[in-house]
């Protein structure tokens, strides 16, 4: 793939994303009010679970909304690699007959996740104003903590998708992934809970350091994330370094092997 290539396909790049938008909803009942649904059904599960029964604590901020704040972030990027990871398989027609760069196809996935992800978003702040939460000026940092999380989607999504052409069964592995994921995230707990020895190791999780971000940018009660951000923005470069590189080495086969 030459270097401006993507931009010579950019309208096959807008009517992929717009696809991928269009289908997730057709002759759904609920339509958008699925990507509300699954984050606030599991916050309400967490709010029981975590922080009543098990009495995690959240600070000065009320448990539903610091549960919140974390999913909507999580949300994104979960079914963004779930989507992503089986984009390539999903198009074997397209792929096996025309050629075009073959990054557009996860990417466009993972872009068509960011309409959830508003929608997602506008309960938060109505979760927020309903509990009297008003966001500081750290807010004006959230579209870096977004940009991580679809880099960070998009790098997973790149090693996924080029490896379920190759192998099949890596569909299974991505739903296992994606839930065991949640569980080493700081979602349903503070990331605080974590020792202060491996807080920078557990940074190596990119979600880690966007959750931790969410919560700063948005929960003017939250602690202002530290090293472990740092660790999680260079656990992303890495990553998606290599999962372009896997990506370009794996590209040409595609066509045959799919």
């Known amino acids: 793939m030459r270097p401006g290539e993507l931009w010579d396909y950019r309208e096959l790049f807008y009517f992929l994303t717009w696809r991928d938008i269009k289908v997730r909803y057709k002759q759904t009942a609920f339509g958008a009010a699925w990507a509300v649904l699954q984050p606030f059904l599991t916050m309400v599960v967490f709010s029981l679970f975590f922080g009543s029964l098990a009495g995690i604590s959240s600070g000065d901020v009320p448990y539903p909304v610091f549960a919140f704040a974390a999913l909507v972030p999580w949300t994104f990027f979960a079914t963004a690699v779930a989507l992503a990871g089986n984009s390539l398989v999903e198009q074997e027609r397209i792929l096996a007959k025309v050629y075009f760069p073959r ?60 490896l379920n052409v190759l192998y099949r069964d890596v569909r299974y ?31 190596l999780n990119p979600m880690a350091g966007v959750i931790d971000g969410f919560r700063w940018a948005l929960l003017s009660e939250a602690e202002p994330p530290g090293p472990m951000l740092a660790v999680s923005v260079l656990a992303t470069g890495a990553l998606l370094a290599g999962g372009l590189l896997y990506f370009r080495r794996m590209e040409r086969s595609f066509a045959d092997v799919v």
Request: proline fraction near 9%; charged fraction near 5%; aromatic fraction near 14%.
């Open 173 to 203: 592995v991505i739903p296992f992934l994606v839930q065991l994921w949640l569980f080493v995230s700081p979602v349903a707990y503070p990331s605080s809970l974590v020792p202060e020895p491996w807080d920078a190791v557990y940074g």
């Open 103 to 162: 990054l557009i196809v996860p990417t466009a996935a993972v872009l068509a996740c960011l309409v959830d992800f508003a929608i997602a978003f506008v309960v938060l702040l109505i979760m927020m104003l309903v509990y009297g939460i008003v966001p500081s000026a750290a807010i004006l940092t959230l579209p870096f903590f977004v940009l991580l999380a679809a880099l960070a989607a998009l790098a997973v999504s790149l090693w996924l998708s080029a």
